[in-house]
T-cell receptor, first 116, second 109 residues
Framework: NAGVMQNPRHLVRRRGQEARLRCSPM?????VYWYRQLPEEGLKFMVY????????ESGMPKERFSAEFPKEGPSILRIQQVVRGDSAAYFC??????????????FGPGTRLLVL | RKEVEQDPGPFNVPEGATVAFNCTYS??????FFWYRQDCRKEPKLLMS???SGNEDGRFTAQLNRASQYISLLIRDSKLSDSATYLC??????????FGTGTRLTIIP
C-alpha cells in the first residue's frame, strides 16, 4: 500500500532552467496539494488540485509557477526560469474524496530543489 | 500577526519528563486542527487530530480551546525518539492546511 510518491527526491538546477516536480497520490485519493518549505520556515500552501481541475491556486507565485493534475499520470509542479530563491523543499500531499468533513492529508517525502 | 503561532523552542528535555507545547490560531471560524511531527529533512507526518473534547493517544494528549483559540500537545514519559519538530496545523475550512513554524524538541538521555 504505497504512500504518496514524489520524484525526483533531489533536483539541482542552474538559474534560468526549468524544474519539474512529480507527485503520485495515494491509491484512492483524488485530491492533491502542493506545499513549499523554505529553509528554517514552516510549510506554505501553494495549490490544490483535483483531476483535471485547479481548485485553489491562491498560494502560487503569479509568475513562472504552474501545476496540473491530468486525468492520467502524476500531478506536476512546474517552475520555469528558476531563481535561487526557489530553492526549497516541495511537498505534495493527498487526501481522499471529501465526504462530510475535511479529510486528513498525507504527505510525500518531498523534492528538495537546489538552484545554483 | 501569523495565522498559526508556535513557540519555536528549542525545548531540551530530559528523557522521561513531560513536555507541553501550545499553539494559537487567529481565525475563530477554523474547522479542524492537527499536530504533525517532522523529523529533520523528512516530510510531516500526522501525529494526531485535535478534537474539542480533547483526545489521547498513548503518551500524547491534545486539547483544543476554541474560546481562547489555542491548541496544546502534552507528551508524557518522553522518549529519545520523540525528538523532532512538532507542527501545529489548522484547516480554516478551505481545505488547505496552514502550518505553524514548528516547535523543536530534543530529548536528552
Amino acid at each position: 500500500n504505497a504512500g504518496v510518491m514524489q520524484n525526483p527526491r533531489h533536483l539541482v538546477r542552474r538559474r534560468g532552467q526549468e524544474a519539474r516536480l512529480r507527485c503520485s497520490p495515494m491509491k484512492g485519493h483524488s485530491h492533491v496539494y502542493w506545499y513549499r518549505q523554505l529553509p528554517e520556515e514552516g510549510l506554505k500552501f501553494m495549490v490544490y488540485l483535483q483531476k483535471e481541475n485547479i481548485i485553489d491556486e491562491s498560494g502560487m507565485p503569479k509568475e513562472r509557477f504552474s501545476a496540473e493534475f491530468p486525468k492520467e499520470g502524476p500531478s506536476i509542479l512546474r517552475i520555469q526560469q528558476v531563481v535561487r530563491g526557489d530553492s526549497a523543499a516541495y511537498f505534495c500531499a493527498s487526501s481522499p474524496t471529501m465526504r462530510d468533513g475535511i479529510e486528513t492529508q498525507y504527505f510525500g517525502p518531498g523534492t528538495r530543489l537546489l538552484v545554483l | 500577526r501569523k495565522e498559526v503561532e508556535q513557540d519555536p523552542g528549542p525545548f531540551n528535555v530530559p528523557e522521561g519528563a513531560t513536555v507541553a507545547f501550545n499553539c494559537t490560531y487567529s481565525n475563530s471560524a477554523s474547522q479542524s486542527f492537527f499536530w504533525y511531527r517532522q523529523d529533520c529533512r523528512k516530510e510531516p507526518k500526522l501525529l494526531m487530530s485535535v478534537y474539542s473534547s480533547g483526545n489521547e493517544d498513548g503518551r500524547f494528549t491534545a486539547q483544543l480551546n476554541r474560546a481562547s483559540q489555542y491548541i496544546s500537545l502534552l507528551i508524557r514519559d518522553s522518549k529519545l525518539s520523540d525528538s523532532a519538530t512538532y507542527l501545529c496545523v489548522v484547516n480554516f475550512g478551505n481545505e488547505k492546511l496552514t502550518f505553524g513554524t514548528g516547535t523543536r524538541l530534543t530529548i536528552i538521555p
